[in-house]
């Protein structure tokens, strides 16, 4: 039967393919030369914490706008709209999330030709060019106000940053203005090193001791593997041949000493510890007698094969060649923690199924073993799941809806009013064989995908998916049918908006229906995994940033604290939730995983709390937050939890890389760079947590909170980087985000604590940390970044801008990665691969522009700097 949702979706596509033609309305051709511009006005407004933007809409068409036949609808990066104080001819609306619209007066007037301002008002600053609105589309009305034609903005310009107000948040925020000049002062720290000095492997093992030698390995070594790991054997002479150009043969059994010879490679496991870990360990060698992988599991001679792809020549992965010449060496290595984690997010905007099987590929190349991917959410729900079909048709769908209390999903981050609008990702998923898929791909390369079910919020997607489910049920009489699944309390009254802004993204947890909803999802992608060869035994439940005011008005939530008055408080709920759920999930044989709320309780006053009750349980709460509460993570794992810790300073990937307005990211959680990501002590984190996000030096909020406790060590069950993907659209954007900083991750979750790491002098710890981070960010740009140009098609990782002064008529330049090349041109031209090329001051006059470049010929964006 037709699903009355999927019948209103092709009749809005009627409507927007017809465009408007009809008697009192514009034709699509006219309303796209209705255009607009938007400007940031300023950060510096009056009270603290305030913007100022305008939209200019320029009506080039001949169709009249006024008070009633048109509004505007867009997506920005969500932010409290203030009350306008000086009236303005239109009034911006914040609807839900980060949708809002923009409703004319009733006295509005745009003729053909004319041009109008809009100023508008709102709470946090706006610094980056990603935080601009996005997705515009206006929505006409006919003469009794009903939706008409929808036509997407087509000439739409975002103004640039160039002022202090517009590049700083605020008296307050203590950073520099960025430019080529700041950079410069900044890179001075940095030098060139020799290529004798470069890491030979990251993240780096625990020994490595080259020798005086070269192994020439061919076609003709054959490939040794011991029974269990054809796997193995199979994944590295796929890659040889990759570097090669020739085929290799592989072999069941070892050879007749059980070692390799001059024409083998011998893949095998056993009885290996190193710096006392027997779990994923290996050892390499090479010599004259060819190429050992010994591994105390299979994993361990998977990332001993890991290992021995980065040995080989960066010309090797430019151009095959039938040998590939290795030097000879000895590597003994196994990782610091067992749980390396990259959290994936593909709900708010959806990756396909190659891309992720592309970060798989990185993450299995960097020795990171867990995958926690992040399938839904307010805006989208990405896997196909048996008995609820609404979960993909209106969960996996975003388009223009008539408000938010409608069952669909309304535009998010500038997917626009069209469902599977192309170059849009929006909208979208994975069928059960795209995951099973995807999971095979995973488990090959020995990470373990957590699929995550976020409740009791962040679950808008579920519910209008949900209520659609409802809606056809009771249409069709089948009232009990229709609430078995059903996720609110209609009769909820209460008042909330999220840290995303939404009004109602939070289930009902007094309603048995939620529970039995969240088994069936459990259950159904359990059989996934089994359908995958695979046991799925760890759970992800999301549990983060249930708004204050949640379930204060709902009648089910009342009649539930009534019946339970040790709940006592509505704050309360979201710990009875997990309390309840827990042993379902524990029926099941899973370890629940969770953000850090999941193992907190709230104070009368909103003080979040170490709760008792489930620290001997399989519980393993994730911590973000270590600047707003910054010994929340030692606390936990003084408390006897085991913890992850995913610190915002240091491993957050959608943080933006600095203040430059032109680079993508978020950044209420600071800016994180590659070094952040390497420079990371997990035992002594105040050493390494800096500044927050104004750059205020955060050694003061230290003072009389909990250090981790020696015995406490143990609980940390190891770190997780995190891409959420607000800003992130489509694979480029995704690869520039994590990569290099996937790189110092690794160093930070796999290689061996660093000296550092419990120096306690400040300025020797700071030495240390510059002379340290000055070799890995040379081996990044020199050996290790290029190889990436070529692997898998090429990714799209990030070169930093050169710094450059022009001192005395001479330029001086220089960049944070040292070993990229540095090029300019004085005549205007951007520079390219064939342009001089900067080795030493020079003299130069007007203005200069520089880009960075690697050895495969990738460059960064522009930088500017003038000669007087």
Same mark, same amino acid.
């Given at each position: 039967?037709?699903?009355?949702?999927?019948?209103?979706?092709?009749?809005?596509?009627?409507?927007?393919?017809?465009?408007?033609?009809?008697?009192?309305?514009?034709?699509?051709?006219?309303?796209?030369?209705?255009?607009?511009?938007?400007?940031?006005?300023?950060?510096?407004?009056?009270?603290?914490?305030?913007?100022?933007?305008?939209?200019?809409?320029?009506?080039?068409?001949?169709?009249?706008?006024?008070?009633?036949?048109?509004?505007?609808?867009?997506?920005?990066?969500?932010?409290?709209?203030?009350?306008?104080?000086?009236?303005?001819?239109?009034?911006?609306?914040?609807?839900?999330?980060?949708?809002?619209?923009?409703?004319?007066?009733?006295?509005?007037?745009?003729?053909?030709?004319?041009?109008?301002?809009?100023?508008?008002?709102?709470?946090?600053?706006?610094?980056?060019?990603?935080?601009?609105?996005?997705?515009?589309?206006?929505?006409?009305?006919?003469?009794?106000?009903?939706?008409?034609?929808?036509?997407?903005?087509?000439?739409?310009?975002?103004?640039?940053?160039?002022?202090?107000?517009?590049?700083?948040?605020?008296?307050?925020?203590?950073?520099?203005?960025?430019?080529?000049?700041?950079?410069?002062?900044?890179?001075?720290?940095?030098?060139?090193?020799?290529?004798?000095?470069?890491?030979?492997?990251?993240?780096?093992?625990?020994?490595?001791?080259?020798?005086?030698?070269?192994?020439?390995?061919?076609?003709?070594?054959?490939?040794?593997?011991?029974?269990?790991?054809?796997?193995?054997?199979?994944?590295?002479?796929?890659?040889?041949?990759?570097?090669?150009?020739?085929?290799?043969?592989?072999?069941?059994?070892?050879?007749?000493?059980?070692?390799?010879?001059?024409?083998?490679?011998?893949?095998?496991?056993?009885?290996?510890?190193?710096?006392?870990?027997?779990?994923?360990?290996?050892?390499?060698?090479?010599?004259?007698?060819?190429?050992?992988?010994?591994?105390?599991?299979?994993?361990?001679?998977?990332?001993?094969?890991?290992?021995?792809?980065?040995?080989?020549?960066?010309?090797?992965?430019?151009?095959?060649?039938?040998?590939?010449?290795?030097?000879?060496?000895?590597?003994?290595?196994?990782?610091?923690?067992?749980?390396?984690?990259?959290?994936?997010?593909?709900?708010?905007?959806?990756?396909?199924?190659?891309?992720?099987?592309?970060?798989?590929?990185?993450?299995?190349?960097?020795?990171?073993?867990?995958?926690?991917?992040?399938?839904?959410?307010?805006?989208?729900?990405?896997?196909?799941?048996?008995?609820?079909?609404?979960?993909?048709?209106?969960?996996?769908?975003?388009?223009?809806?008539?408000?938010?209390?409608?069952?669909?999903?309304?535009?998010?981050?500038?997917?626009?009013?069209?469902?599977?609008?192309?170059?849009?990702?929006?909208?979208?998923?994975?069928?059960?064989?795209?995951?099973?898929?995807?999971?095979?791909?995973?488990?090959?390369?020995?990470?373990?995908?957590?699929?995550?079910?976020?409740?009791?919020?962040?679950?808008?997607?579920?519910?209008?998916?949900?209520?659609?489910?409802?809606?056809?049920?009771?249409?069709?009489?089948?009232?009990?049918?229709?609430?078995?699944?059903?996720?609110?309390?209609?009769?909820?009254?209460?008042?909330?908006?999220?840290?995303?802004?939404?009004?109602?993204?939070?289930?009902?947890?007094?309603?048995?229906?939620?529970?039995?909803?969240?088994?069936?999802?459990?259950?159904?992608?359990?059989?996934?995994?089994?359908?995958?060869?695979?046991?799925?035994?760890?759970?992800?439940?999301?549990?983060?940033?249930?708004?204050?005011?949640?379930?204060?008005?709902?009648?089910?939530?009342?009649?539930?604290?009534?019946?339970?008055?040790?709940?006592?408080?509505? *704050?309360? &709920?979201?710990?009875? $939730?997990? /309390? #309840?759920? =827990?042993?379902?999930? %524990?029926? +099941?044989?899973?370890?629940?995983?969770?953000?850090?709320?999941?193992?907190?309780?709230?104070?009368?006053?909103?003080?979040?709390?170490?709760?008792?009750?489930?620290?001997?349980?399989?519980?393993?709460?994730?911590?973000?937050?270590?600047?707003?509460?910054?010994?929340?993570?030692?606390?936990?794992?003084?408390?006897?939890?085991?913890?992850?810790?995913?610190?915002?300073?240091?491993?957050?990937?959608?943080?933006?890389?600095?203040?430059?307005?032109?680079?993508?990211?978020?950044?209420?959680?600071?800016?994180?760079?590659?070094?952040?990501?390497?420079?990371?002590?997990?035992?002594?984190?105040?050493?390494?947590?800096?500044?927050?996000?104004?750059? *205020?030096? &955060?050694?003061?909020? $230290?003072? /009389? #909170?909990? =250090?981790?406790?020696? %015995?406490? +060590?143990?609980?940390?069950?190891?770190?997780?980087?995190?891409?959420?993907?607000?800003?992130?659209?489509?694979?480029?954007?995704?690869?520039?985000?994590?990569?290099?900083?996937?790189?110092?991750?690794?160093?930070?979750?796999?290689?061996?604590?660093?000296?550092?790491?419990?120096?306690?002098?400040?300025?020797?710890?700071?030495?240390?940390?510059?002379?340290?981070?000055?070799?890995?960010?040379?081996?990044?740009?020199?050996?290790?970044?290029?190889?990436?140009?070529?692997?898998?098609?090429?990714?799209?990782?990030?070169?930093?801008?050169?710094?450059?002064?022009?001192?005395?008529?001479?330029?001086?330049?220089?960049?944070?990665?040292?070993?990229?090349?540095?090029?300019?041109?004085?005549?205007?031209?951007?520079?390219?691969?064939?342009?001089?090329?900067?080795?030493?001051?020079?003299?130069?006059?007007?203005?200069?522009?520089?880009?960075?470049?690697?050895?495969?010929?990738?460059?960064?964006?522009?930088?500017?700097?003038?000669?007087?």
């Amino acid at each position: 039967m037709k699903k009355i949702v999927l019948f209103q979706l092709v009749v809005l596509s009627i409507i927007l393919l017809a465009g408007c033609g009809q008697s009192g309305g514009v034709s699509k051709e006219q309303a796209e030369k209705i255009g607009i511009s938007w400007k940031l006005v300023s950060n510096f407004v009056e009270p603290a914490g305030t913007f100022e933007a305008k939209f200019t809409i320029r009506n080039g068409s001949d169709f009249t706008m006024d008070g009633s036949n048109w509004a505007l609808f867009f997506n920005m990066s969500p932010r409290p709209i203030q009350t306008n104080k000086t009236p303005q001819p239109a009034t911006v609306e914040h609807i839900n999330g980060d949708w809002y619209k923009m409703v004319p007066s009733k006295d509005f007037k745009l003729n053909s030709g004319d041009s109008i301002v809009i100023n508008y008002r709102g709470t946090d600053a706006v610094i980056k060019e990603t935080d601009a609105p996005l997705g515009l589309y206006f929505v006409f009305y006919d003469k009794e106000g009903k939706e008409k034609d929808i036509v997407q903005v087509a000439d739409y310009s975002i103004e640039p940053f160039t002022t202090k107000e517009q590049i700083l948040r605020g008296k307050n925020d203590r950073r520099q203005i960025p430019t080529a000049e700041t950079r410069y002062k900044d890179n001075l720290a940095f030098t060139k090193i020799g290529a004798e000095q470069l890491l030979k492997i990251i993240p780096s093992p625990v020994k490595i001791n080259a020798g005086s030698g070269t192994f020439a390995l061919s076609s003709k070594s054959h490939i040794f593997y011991q029974e269990g790991l054809e796997n193995e054997a199979r994944f590295m002479a796929a890659k040889l041949k990759t570097l090669s150009g020739t085929d290799f043969t592989i072999k069941n059994g070892l050879p007749a000493n059980g070692t390799a010879d001059s024409s083998a490679i011998v893949l095998r496991t056993d009885k290996i510890t190193v710096n006392g870990i027997a779990k994923e360990a290996y050892h390499l060698g090479i010599d004259q007698k060819g190429i050992t992988i010994s591994g105390s599991d299979a994993a361990g001679v998977f990332y001993g094969i890991q290992s021995l792809l980065q040995l080989v020549p960066t010309a090797n992965y430019q151009k095959a060649g039938n040998t590939i010449n290795l030097g000879y060496v000895q590597v003994e290595d196994a990782p610091r923690f067992h749980f390396r984690s990259l959290h994936l997010d593909v709900a708010r905007n959806f990756q396909t199924k190659e891309s992720v099987k592309r970060i798989l590929d990185l993450l299995a190349s960097y020795k990171v073993n867990h995958l926690l991917f992040y399938i839904t959410e307010d805006e989208g729900w990405r896997v196909e799941i048996d008995g609820l079909p609404e979960l993909t048709e209106i969960g996996s769908q975003r388009s223009h809806t008539a408000g938010m209390n409608v069952s669909a999903l309304h535009p998010s981050y500038g997917s626009g009013p069209v469902a599977n609008d192309e170059g849009k990702y929006g909208s979208s998923h994975y069928t059960k064989a795209d995951f099973i898929e995807i999971l095979k791909y995973a488990n090959e390369r020995h990470i373990k995908v957590i699929p995550e079910l976020n409740f009791p919020g962040h679950a808008l997607a579920a519910i209008k998916s949900m209520e659609a489910r409802y809606d056809r049920l009771m249409k069709e009489g089948k009232e009990k049918e229709a609430n078995e699944y059903r996720l609110i309390d209609p009769e909820d009254k209460s008042v909330y908006i999220s840290a995303q802004g939404y009004k109602n993204n939070v289930v009902s947890v007094a309603r048995e229906s939620t529970y039995h909803f969240y088994e069936k999802v459990v259950d159904e992608i359990a059989k996934l995994y089994k359908q995958a060869g695979l046991t799925m035994d760890t759970f992800h439940t999301g549990g983060d940033e249930v708004a204050e005011g949640v379930w204060t008005k709902s009648p089910m939530a009342a009649k539930l604290m009534k019946e339970n008055p040790n709940i006592k408080d509505a *704050k309360n &709920l979201q710990s009875y $939730f997990f /309390g #309840k759920l =827990l042993p379902r999930l %524990e029926k +099941r044989n899973l370890k629940v995983h969770g953000w850090e709320e999941v193992a907190l309780t709230k104070t009368p006053e909103g003080i979040y709390l170490p709760n008792p009750e489930f620290a001997k349980r399989p519980v393993v709460p994730y911590i973000w937050n270590n600047i707003f509460d910054v010994d929340l993570g030692n606390r936990l794992a003084n408390a006897g939890y085991q913890v992850v810790f995913c610190n915002v300073t240091n491993f957050y990937f959608d943080m933006s890389y600095n203040n430059d307005p032109k680079e993508p990211g978020l950044y209420w959680g600071g800016f994180v760079d590659t070094r952040d990501n390497w420079a990371f002590a997990p035992f002594n984190m105040f050493r390494t947590t800096e500044e927050n996000a104004l750059g *205020k030096p &955060l050694k003061e909020e $230290f003072v /009389g #909170k909990q =250090l981790l406790k020696p %015995e406490a +060590r143990k609980n940390v069950l190891g770190i997780e980087a995190q891409l959420w993907s607000e800003t992130i659209k489509g694979r480029d954007m995704m690869e520039y985000s994590v990569l290099p900083k996937l790189l110092g991750f690794s160093e930070s979750a796999w290689s061996p604590e660093r000296k550092w790491e419990n120096v306690a002098d400040a300025a020797a710890r700071g030495k240390m940390i510059m002379e340290g981070w000055n070799i890995f960010a040379n081996s990044i740009a020199q050996k290790h970044l290029p190889r990436l140009k070529y692997v898998n098609g090429g990714y799209n990782y990030r070169l930093p801008m050169p710094g450059a002064v022009v001192e005395n008529g001479m330029l001086k330049a220089n960049v944070e990665l040292p070993g990229l090349d540095i090029r300019y041109t004085t005549d205007g031209s951007e520079p390219t691969t064939t342009s001089p090329a900067y080795a030493a001051p020079v003299k130069v006059s007007g203005t200069v522009k520089l880009k960075s470049f690697d050895l495969a010929g990738r460059s960064s964006r522009t930088s500017v700097v003038t000669a007087n």
